[in-house]
């Protein structure tokens, strides 16, 4: 039997990223009105806003994280089962996630604002990973994503759509059509016959990302510390 079609928002922040305003709550009203059939949760350096977006609505969210590597670039894992640090060598991460059976995406490499990648560091990692982001939403020169796109294409890697959405307008922007999935395993082959949806962002999500920075430092303090399911903790 042919598995159903799932619409999948790959890149997703809560507000356990600093830059992000996505309480979950919210993020569970908008997902569902928007006809999402799973939402991956990628926060910064952290599965704790996955961890509590899975509590809250366990058949729409998959836990990942966002981690950022020596030198500043950034690498993706899905059903991630123990937090990775910052800052380690992008060698560590991936054997860290492959460890825990996590999959592992590459998020706009060659976004010449938040790449960050050395040419013989990307190459090396290029052959690490299961795909890659082949259209990020908040890429500000969309010749960078068709330029991800066709790398990806060219090593054999699959692709996939994400909004990197740290608003609630942001969520569901872009996204990928592909087979469901339940597990790990399943959403590789899955994403081997993925078909992205691009929708570019406005320019002025960026500002509202600075915006939920300063408004976290001014007013609520550290938002690792809250309690993301607090009717009360939103705008």
Not at 182 to 209: D, F, M
């Amino acid at each position: 039997m042919t598995p159903p079609l799932w619409k999948v928002e790959f890149h997703c922040h809560t507000v356990y990223s600093p830059d992000s305003l996505n309480w979950i709550p919210a993020l569970i009203k908008t997902a569902r009105q928007r006809g999402l059939d799973r939402v991956m949760i990628t926060d910064h350096n952290t599965i704790r806003g996955g961890l509590a977006a899975r509590k809250a609505d366990p058949d729409l969210f998959v836990v990942g994280e966002e981690i950022k590597v020596r030198g500043g670039a950034e690498i993706l894992g899905y059903f991630v089962q123990e937090e990775i640090p910052a800052g380690l060598p992008f060698e560590e991460v991936v054997a860290r996630l492959r460890e825990q059976g996590a999959v592992i995406g590459l998020p706009h490499p060659l976004d010449r604002y938040r790449g960050r990648w050395k040419a013989e560091e990307l190459q090396a990692v290029l052959a690490l990973v299961d795909a890659v982001e082949g259209f990020n939403a908040r890429c500000l020169v969309n010749e960078d994503n068709t330029a991800a796109e066709t790398m990806a294409l060219r090593r054999g890697l699959a692709v996939f759509s994400g909004s990197d959405a740290h608003l609630p307008c942001e969520v569901g922007a872009a996204y990928t059509v592909l087979p469901s999935f339940s597990t790990p395993e399943e959403l590789k082959v899955a994403l081997r016959s993925a078909q992205l949806v691009r929708r570019q962002s406005s320019n002025l999500v960026h500002l509202g990302s600075r915006y939920a920075v300063l408004y976290k430092r001014l007013f609520k303090g550290s938002p690792q510390l809250q309690d993301s399911n607090e009717p009360d903790a939103r705008l």
